[in-house]
């Protein structure tokens, strides 16, 4: 079974500082690692995500992952953030077993402060 | 072609009724699913179609759901007898089967059910 862990509901932080989105999954076997950004009434948009190689990996609007596989952690940063990021942002987990369905986080809803 | 494609965004129903929502996906994608998300939380999976063969349904989807993908292409879900449990987003995304995790999905923008 996979599940994925999101250690925080809510962040706020002040524009042009930095951010973390904490994710932790559990899987039994590889799997592949995303983070999506929800805006308000729409669907996901793919932010990044991870499948092989290099652990960091870089994805839109400037964000980026570390995926550590001791850790079972794929943490989510941005080194500054722009009120546009105002957004809910959704871990998953997935692999190629099960027809590539995806088991996501419950969300944390990042605010930035002006 | 501008993504998935999703009818209506917004449906209020009492409850009782009957509902179908549309998901027209990428058209060369032929993996197609249904998500279903409620306040607070992540997306949850409902159900998945290649082409047009349901290959697997979540224990979520109970008997008053069904979803079809008749010739492959766009798919319905329909909620029979609606309960108020049952207001939700209802997330569709497609990919394709090869190099799906290269893309990984594409969303629609949902369709948004209160039940009343």
């Known amino acids: 079974a996979q599940s994925v862990t999101q250690l925080d509901s809510q962040v706020p932080v002040f524009e042009e500082a930095p951010v973390e989105l904490r994710c932790n999954y559990s899987s039994s076997v590889s799997v592949y690692l995303f983070w999506y950004v929800q805006y308000p009434n729409q669907g996901l948009q793919l932010l990044l995500k991870?499948?092989?190689?290099?652990?960091l990996v870089k994805g839109i609007n400037g964000f980026e992952a570390e995926f550590n596989k001791s850790q079972t952690s794929f943490h989510l940063r941005k080194p500054s953030v722009h009120i546009s990021d105002t957004a809910e942002y959704f871990c998953?987990?997935?692999?190629?077993?099960?027809?590539?369905?995806?088991?996501f986080g419950t969300g944390t809803s990042l605010t930035v402060i002006p | 072609d501008t993504g998935v494609s999703q009818n209506p965004r917004h449906k209020i129903t009492k409850r009782g009724q009957n509902v179908t929502f549309r998901c027209d996906p990428i058209?060369?994608?032929?993996?197609l699913y249904w998500y279903r998300q409620t306040l607070g939380q992540g997306p949850e999976f409902l159900t998945y179609f290649q082409n047009e063969a349901q290959l697997e349904k979540s224990r979520l989807l109970s008997d008053r759901f069904s979803a079809e993908r008749p010739k492959g292409s766009f798919s319905t879900l329909e909620i029979q007898r609606t309960e108020q449990g049952d207001s939700a987003m209802y997330l569709c995304a497609s990919s394709p089967r090869r190099l799906w995790a290269n893309y990984g999905y594409t969303f629609g923008s949902g369709t948004r059910l209160t039940v009343v």
């Open positions: 998953a987990v997935s692999s190629s077993a099960r027809g590539n369905q995806f088991y």
């Open positions: 991870y499948l092989s190689g290099s652990t």
């Open positions: 058209s060369e994608h032929n993996r």
